[in-house]
């Protein structure tokens, strides 16, 4: 990032090249930093958990919850498997932070840490399925949910600031679309929470879009900080 982000020591040089993923920015044989690999990979674990999921039975792929699969062994399973690797992505960005010496490392590292114990919570308190009565570990999954796809897009806005470089606007445009998308996912699905009135159709997709735009959303955040790290 340049120091039109604020978030960089002044004497820290612009970057000027956008790598790409398996390279690092200043020179077509540098390799990636480490921890932007296995968070990358942490991701991408993540990613076909979650798509496995849908191969568990029971689960409508348009109108219900991915936490609904914890109907089934398999499903809970995958759902844990799912968040350690999120987990595991926190702890790989939070090594990105520190290298790359941001002025905001302390409200960064904050947020990834609040991000997974969201993702404990999700992992080890399961949904109240329908038609059950409501449960603690059914109100403590929810708000680790809430709090898994709330965090994302605020860690994306902060690190990006006020950058005009491609990295920061790709990033804040990336976290904007996605607070919006959760923001009506909130709408849509918080009569059912609240109010415990039927499920609107499709929310299962709409939830859906919502963490793929957390992946991507993730993945802006690893770019960048690796554009602003110099330790391999």
Do not use: K, N
């Not at 404990?120 to 709090?147: C, I, K, N, Q, W």
């Not at 790709?170 to 499920?199: C, M, W």
């Amino acid at each position: 990032m340049t120091t039109g982000s604020g978030l960089l020591a002044d004497t820290r040089p612009p970057v000027t090249v956008d790598a790409p993923a398996g390279q690092r920015p200043g020179g077509p044989s540098t390799p990636a930093p480490g921890w932007y690999r296995y968070a990358l990979g942490a991701i991408t674990v993540a990613l076909v958990a979650g798509l496995a999921l849908h191969a568990v039975d029971g689960v409508h792929p348009l109108h219900q919850m991915l936490s609904e699969t914890v109907a089934s062994p398999t499903g809970v399973l995958l759902l844990g498997v799912a968040a350690a690797a999120l987990v595991t992505a926190a702890a790989c960005l939070g090594i990105g932070i520190r290298r790359a010496g941001l002025r905001r490392s302390g409200p960064l590292t904050l947020l990834l840490a609040l991000w997974a114990a969201g993702l404990v919570a999700l992992a080890v308190f399961p949904m109240d399925l329908s038609g059950e009565p409501t449960t603690y570990a059914g109100v403590l999954h929810r708000y680790g949910a809430a709090v898994a796809v709330a965090v994302p897009p605020l860690l994306g806005l902060v690190l990006a600031g006020a950058g005009r470089d491609d990295g920061a606007r790709q990033l804040r445009a990336a976290a904007v679309v996605t607070a919006v998308a959760g923001v009506g996912f909130a709408a849509a699905h918080g009569p059912t929470i609240l109010l415990d009135a039927d499920s609107l159709p499709y929310i299962g997709l709409l939830e859906r879009i919502l963490l793929a735009l957390v992946l991507v959303v993730l993945v802006r955040v690893a770019r960048v900080l690796r554009d602003a790290g110099t330790g391999p």
